[in-house]
């Protein structure tokens, strides 16, 4: 079935011819593959069909609410357009790598990128700005993200719907290597005295911010608060644990930092309150209010905690069971990752699950709300997941040691699965990578895993994603999944261009 879109072709203007310049060529013909995928595959009536059951589901919320909405014909039009644009834009920003605002101005200098996003190039370009483009990144739900990349998978794993898109040859999907990686919070390191430091300026900022709309109390200029805690984190840094006298100048500090921290915190406690009751002489909206209190109250709830926390490394010299530890005062569902590599022994995030096939294609992906049991589990967990979505017949899967574990291998010779797990005994590794030559090879394809999973944390993720809270990041990943896919399989081999759209004709 073709599921090709054409309600925007009419809209979309014919690109400039460019010469002299490849590297625009080969924009270009990504661009245009990718653009030819997401019509042909239906991930792109699907992500309109989806915008559209949302659109209705906001719409009778509002009813309910009592509040005025609009769903004649020219509102269904406009968030039409603006859904198409979110999946487009929100794939060429993970593709180009660029931060909100960078994209905006993109767009703008760019017939290519306006023509790939539907963005109208007639007598007046009027391209997204930098919120809305943010907005399009929070489009659907992760639910619903998830749907697309199965979408996706079944289309070029089909062999008739492979041909229509273009590709030479359908994907394998038969075979599946694995791996788990550390997705980092953006969060700051060390996390013991610096939470002191990030709570002072958070409380401070939003005093700030009250009295300039209007509520004052009875304080010091607040900004000196900032420059005593920005010197006390200086003179921290400054002093060595190691060096003669080390560690009673550091807890000299750090009794000076808690002291600031209790004063601060004592300050904001009033200026929430006065905000609280106060709110109407000001000339903020409730919500507007409720923002900034939700803020104070997450810092001065955590903020005695953060203060014993550091207490306990600093000044008495113990150490905090990870499940106690505030590592973030904004990020709290971020865990304490044991790695054990050269160079991130301990990472600060949530763990990341991968599994792709022999083109470099993610089938399989789940970022863990909580910490994980071991990737052996994890694995176990994702099986019955990875054999639903391969389409055919999974016929091996290859991981590193740490998948390994006696249930796994009953459960891969049960299901009749080759099993290319790197085994925990070296000598049964030795000696299979003598015997065993399908092994052999399925543990050097390994290799490439790591590699992808290098591409998808630094290329489409950024290295460390800024979303903030456990589930904007699970929805950043599974936009970078899905973009990640669309790259894959437009680098793929296919065939001419134009014999692809004399056939589809």
Not at 86 to 98: D, F, M, P, Q, Y
Not at 320 to 326: C, D, L, R, T, Y
Not at 361 to 383: C, P, Q, V
Not at 400 to 416: I, M, Q
Request: hydrophobic residues 40%; aromatic residues 6%.
């Amino acid at each position: 079935m073709n599921n090709i879109i054409s309600f925007q072709e009419s809209l979309r203007p014919v690109l400039p011819l460019v010469l002299g310049c490849k590297d625009y060529a080969d924009e270009e013909q990504l661009l245009r593959r990718i653009d030819r995928i997401l019509r042909v595959s239906g991930v792109e009536s699907l992500f309109l069909k989806a915008s559209m059951e949302q659109f209705d589901a906001n719409a009778a919320k509002l009813k309910l609410a009592g509040e005025e909405v609009q769903t004649g014909a020219k509102a269904l039009e406009r968030y039409t357009k603006h859904s198409y644009r979110a999946l487009r834009c929100t794939v060429l920003k993970n593709i180009v790598t660029c931060s909100y605002r960078e994209m905006s101005k993109d767009l703008a200098m760019s017939p290519l990128y306006r023509w790939f996003c539907g963005v109208d190039d007639f007598d007046v370009i009027r391209v997204p700005g930098k919120s809305t483009l943010q907005d399009y990144a929070h489009w659907l739900p992760v639910e619903k993200m998830d749907d697309l990349l199965v979408t996706l998978s079944k289309a070029v794993a089909n062999e008739a719907q492979a041909r229509m898109i273009g590709l030479e040859a359908e994907l394998n999907m038969s075979m599946v290597w694995v791996d788990s990686t550390c997705l980092k919070a953006n969060i700051h390191f060390p996390v013991d005295w610096v939470l002191l430091r990030d709570a002072v300026k958070t409380l401070v900022t939003n005093i700030l911010t009250i009295r300039r709309h209007g509520l004052a109390h009875r304080i010091s200029e607040p900004e000196k608060f900032l420059r005593e805690i920005n010197a006390l984190a200086m003179a921290m840094t400054g002093v060595s644990r190691w060096k003669v006298g080390g560690k009673k100048e550091r807890k000299s500090v750090f009794r000076k930092m808690k002291r600031l921290s209790q004063v601060v915190e004592n300050h904001a406690v009033r200026y929430r309150n006065l905000l609280d009751e106060n709110w109407s002489e000001t000339d903020l909206t409730r919500k507007e209010s409720e923002v900034i209190l939700r803020g104070m109250n997450n810092v001065i709830g955590q903020l005695p905690q953060a203060r014993k926390q550091a207490h306990e490394r600093i000044i008495g010299g113990r150490k905090v069971p990870n499940g106690e530890k505030i590592l973030s005062l904004y990020e709290s569902e971020i865990h304490v990752v044991v790695r054990g590599k050269a160079g991130a022994a301990v990472e600060f995030g949530n763990s990341l699950f991968l599994g792709e096939t022999c083109d470099g294609f993610i089938l399989d992906h789940e970022l863990k709300l909580n910490a994980t049991s071991g990737d052996s589990k994890w694995l176990a967990e994702r099986f019955p997941l990875m054999k639903e979505k391969s389409g055919k017949p999974l016929l091996g899967v290859v991981g590193d040691r740490g998948c390994d574990s006696e249930e796994n291998r009953a459960l891969l010779e049960k299901e009749n699965v080759f099993n290319g797990l790197c085994p925990r005994d070296p000598q049964e590794l030795s000696r299979r990578m003598q015997t065993d030559e399908p092994f052999a090879e399925g543990l050097r394809r390994r290799a490439q895993t790591e590699g992808r999973v290098g591409i998808l944390k630094n290329m489409f993720l950024e290295g460390t994603p800024r979303a903030k809270g456990f589930e904007n990041r699970q929805l950043q990943v599974a936009w970078a999944v899905l973009s990640h896919n669309l790259w894959v399989v437009a680098r793929l081999p296919w065939v001419e261009e134009k014999k692809v759209l004399a056939e589809a004709a």
